[in-house]
């Protein structure tokens, strides 16, 4: 089995707005874009226009509709998941052959895919179901936080992000070390309220959630505003378009 570090004073993580999250899955096609056609082993993608599609994702999105308990009104949620980069990373003490490992680092969790037998205790283990047996590989696979792009001095400094969140358009993926109380993402997990994905677990997951704004409540500024008409009375052709279906 593969203990974890002691203590991991940077801690690397995600922050993820479900308030600002639009669904787009973006940060899915990105993920699996640069993780299939750049440093890591690609990832499978078999039968993609076929009966029977199989493939392998790093990240992905799931819609909720949720419902207050006070009675308010229904709001679409949704939620991106990935590896979370648990302290306590359950997927880590459970594999024989110490291919999960924890880097004590900068508390990014990998995989070794060279020591990985495929036997699947670690997707067993892992509560998130963040875990993905490659078909193709027949190895496990993971969230990497794109370490070979962070640390890439090749790169510009705006691309030495995970994927992910370089291409979010809605600006609701946040990288940073929340190991460092003073980082712009600790600081914004405090503002706003940023918790745990079941808690309940033990885990302590490094990645946050900022939660979503009741959007029946919502009131200026927060809200949109209103917009007022630009003019009283349509003209041109649109005007006399009005005009003629009115005689309809």
């Given at each position: 089995?593969?203990?974890?570090?002691?203590?991991?004073?940077?801690?690397?993580?995600?922050?993820?707005?479900?308030?600002?999250?639009?669904?787009?899955?973006?940060?899915?096609?990105?993920?699996?874009?640069?993780?299939?056609?750049?440093?890591?082993?690609?990832?499978?993608d078999?039968?993609?226009?076929?009966?029977?599609?199989?493939?392998?994702?790093?990240?992905?999105?799931?819609?909720?509709?949720?419902?207050?308990?006070?009675?308010?009104?229904?709001?679409?949620?949704?939620?991106?998941k990935?590896?979370?980069?648990?302290?306590?990373?359950?997927?880590?003490?459970?594999?024989?052959?110490?291919?999960?490992?924890?880097r004590?680092?900068?508390?990014?969790?990998?995989?070794?895919?060279?020591?990985?037998?495929?036997?699947?205790l670690?997707?067993?283990?892992?509560?998130?179901g963040?875990?993905?047996?490659?078909?193709?590989?027949?190895?496990?696979?993971?969230?990497?936080?794109?370490?070979?792009?962070?640390?890439?001095?090749?790169?510009?400094?705006?691309?030495?992000?995970?994927?992910?969140?370089?291409t979010?358009?809605?600006?609701?993926?946040?990288?940073?070390?929340?190991?460092?109380?003073?980082?712009?993402?600790?600081?914004?997990?405090?503002?706003?309220?940023?918790?745990?994905?079941?808690p309940?677990?033990?885990?302590?997951p490094?990645?946050?959630?900022?939660?979503?704004?009741?959007?029946?409540?919502?009131?200026?500024?927060?809200?949109?505003?209103?917009?007022?008409?630009?003019?009283?009375?349509?003209?041109?052709?649109?005007?006399?378009?009005?005009?003629?279906?009115?005689?309809?």
């Open positions: 089995m593969t203990a974890l570090p002691e203590r991991s004073e940077r801690k690397l993580g995600l922050v993820i707005d479900l308030d600002t999250c639009v669904g787009c899955h973006a940060c899915v096609i990105a993920c699996k874009g640069w993780n299939t056609q750049n440093q890591g082993a690609p990832l499978a078999m039968d993609a226009y076929g009966e029977n599609p199989m493939g392998t994702f790093l990240n992905r999105i799931h819609t909720y509709e949720a419902t207050p308990t006070d009675g308010g009104a229904c709001q679409t949620v949704h939620m991106p990935s590896c979370l980069h648990c302290e306590s990373a359950p997927c880590v003490t459970v594999c024989p052959t110490g291919a999960s490992y924890k004590a680092e900068d508390g990014i969790v990998l995989v070794n895919e060279d020591a990985c037998i495929g036997c699947g670690c997707a067993w283990a892992c509560p998130y963040a875990r993905e047996l490659d078909p193709a590989a027949g190895v496990m696979k993971k969230c990497t936080l794109c370490i070979d792009r962070i640390y890439n001095d090749n790169l510009p400094e705006p691309d030495r992000v995970p994927a992910c969140v370089r979010c358009p809605a600006g609701a993926r946040h990288f940073g070390d929340l190991g460092d109380p003073d980082s712009a993402v600790s600081r914004l997990v405090a503002e706003r309220g940023g918790y745990d994905l079941m309940e677990m033990g885990t302590r490094v990645n946050k959630y900022l939660p979503p704004r009741r959007k029946d409540r919502l009131s200026a500024p927060d809200a949109a505003p209103t917009l007022s008409p630009v003019a009283s009375d349509a003209g041109g052709f649109f005007g006399w378009l009005d005009k003629m279906l009115e005689k309809l």
